[in-house]
């Protein structure tokens, strides 16, 4: 290839063949761009049996290198709809998902509600702030230390003061009744005469930046800055876990001795499915199903997003029947992987054969040996399936030269460096 390109550039500009196009993306890592990865999206496609278009099929996952960056741009045009005026980051919300949650779900409260105060002079009273938000969970590069912290854009209001209110909700949100020096002390390690410095001295910043931040919404970038850590990755211990409550049947003997069932409540410890991404119900100016249709009407469907049951969006919210099918893909050389194990076990079972029963040992290990060898040729097969598979949905998609957005290509690229910072 290297000196076809010499040949041709003295002559002019060279366009690479389609061929050569797949293996420089397969080479550079960008094929990622072009179509989603997953086993299940390669073999299907969407066709819509009126006009015959199609759509590739996606995983819908926010952990695809091909389909996260594009739920991130659907997310952050929805969110501009909104209009958000306040950006408001919260520190030190805790170490599991669900912990942060219900965190963040007890400073709304209290920010929603009020107070009236304490007394006849009404002492601590604070006013009642009707906001709407969207926030999402980041995790702190220094997790050990600092744990998860909220970005939060707020709509609704166009000031919340950060010191008066933010401050002690936050505080009461995440410690409950514990006091500023305990705080300092157990969550950022100061010493008691750092403490007594802080506690003291003038220095606001210093004083309050902990507990976060807040600011007027200026552009589009805070927006940009709040939905990239979407694709952020979780580990199933950092969801944390709750009690939740379970019924189950047990046979017990009743008065007279016989056997009879009976309804068992119990407590059982299991994974907290909360999100890291949580808005409230008005937020957004619209039903999401609704503006998301909106924004994408017209545009090719290759640019629209999948629903949680992997339909295309359009599909799931046509009021009249969809004409979108799910298509499988076949192959030239497609191989029924159980017909192939049965001849293969047919040929081989000569070879068993030849091994006297009378040694079990020796006649367990060749039957072992011919499983293993029929599986090997079976994974090679399907990787084989899979790889024509690949490169078939990448001519398509290259043949197609549908354009790339550029939001998506920057989240991509986003993704990429941090995976690769993250070894």
């Known amino acids: 290839m290297g000196e076809i390109v010499g040949i041709e550039s003295r002559r002019g500009w060279y366009e690479p063949t389609i061929e050569e196009k797949m293996d420089l993306a397969e080479q550079y890592g960008i094929d990622v761009l072009h179509y989603c990865k997953d086993p299940w999206a390669v073999r299907h496609y969407w066709m819509d049996k009126r006009t015959g278009d199609y759509q590739r099929a996606r995983c819908n996952r926010w952990e695809c290198r091909h389909c996260g960056p594009r739920k991130v741009s659907l997310w952050r045009q929805l969110v501009q709809q909104a209009e958000p005026t306040l950006f408001l980051t919260l520190t030190?919300?805790?170490?599991?998902?669900?912990?942060?949650?219900?965190?963040?779900?007890?400073?709304?409260?209290?920010?929603?509600?009020?107070?009236?105060?304490?007394?006849?002079?009404?002492?601590?009273?604070?006013?009642?702030?009707?906001?709407?938000?969207?926030?999402?969970?980041?995790?702190?590069?220094?997790?050990?230390?600092?744990?998860?912290?909220?970005?939060?854009?707020?709509?609704?209001?166009?000031?919340?003061?950060?010191?008066?209110?933010?401050?002690?909700?936050?505080?009461?949100?995440?410690?409950?009744?514990?006091?500023?020096?305990?705080?300092?002390?157990?969550?950022?390690?100061?010493?008691?005469?750092?403490?007594?410095?802080?506690?003291?001295?003038?220095?606001?910043?210093?004083?309050?930046?902990?507990?976060?931040?807040?600011?007027?919404?200026?552009?589009?970038?805070?927006?940009?800055?709040?939905?990239?850590?979407?694709?952020?990755?979780?580990?199933?211990?950092?969801?944390?876990?709750?009690?939740?409550?379970?019924?189950?049947?047990?046979?017990?003997?009743?008065?007279?001795?016989?056997?009879?069932?009976?309804?068992?409540?119990?407590?059982?410890?299991?994974?907290?499915?909360?999100?890291?991404?949580?808005?409230?119900?008005?937020?957004?100016?619209?039903?999401?199903?609704?503006?998301r249709k909106r924004l994408f009407a017209g545009i090719e469907h290759d640019s629209g997003e999948q629903g949680d049951n992997g339909l295309p969006v359009e599909v799931q919210e046509q009021e009249e029947p969809s004409q979108w099918v799910l298509m499988e893909r076949k192959t030239d050389e497609y191989v029924d992987v159980n017909e192939y194990k049965r001849e293969r076990y047919a040929e081989l079972a000569e070879e068993l054969q030849e091994v006297s029963q009378e040694d079990e040992q020796a006649y367990q290990r060749q039957k072992q040996l011919i499983v293993a060898r029929v599986s090997l040729e079976v994974r090679s097969l399907v990787a084989l399936e899979r790889r024509r598979l690949e490169r078939r949905v990448l001519q398509e998609a290259l043949e197609d030269a549908r354009p790339l957005c550029r939001r998506v290509v920057?989240?991509?690229a986003y993704h990429r460096s941090m995976l690769a910072r993250a070894g």
């Open 92 to 291: 030190k919300a805790g170490k599991t998902v669900e912990e942060a949650r219900r965190a963040l779900t007890t400073f709304m409260q209290a920010l929603r509600r009020g107070s009236k105060g304490r007394g006849p002079n009404h002492k601590g009273v604070r006013e009642a702030y009707a906001v709407e938000y969207f926030a999402v969970l980041e995790r702190h590069e220094d997790f050990e230390r600092n744990g998860f912290h909220w970005h939060i854009l707020i709509k609704g209001v166009d000031r919340i003061p950060y010191k008066e209110v933010i401050v002690p909700l936050w505080t009461s949100a995440i410690k409950g009744k514990r006091t500023e020096e305990e705080m300092l002390r157990r969550d950022y390690g100061y010493s008691d005469e750092e403490i007594r410095e802080i506690m003291q001295g003038d220095d606001e910043e210093k004083k309050f930046r902990r507990y976060g931040w807040i600011e007027r919404v200026r552009n589009n970038k805070v927006i940009g800055y709040v939905t990239k850590y979407l694709m952020k990755t979780l580990s199933i211990g950092e969801r944390g876990k709750k009690e939740v409550q379970r019924e189950r049947m047990v046979l017990v003997r009743d008065e007279e001795g016989y056997m009879q069932g009976e309804k068992q409540v119990f407590m059982e410890q299991v994974t907290s499915k909360a999100h890291r991404i949580c808005y409230s119900r008005s937020f957004f100016p619209e039903q999401v199903a609704v503006l």
């Open 410 to 412: 920057s989240m991509w």
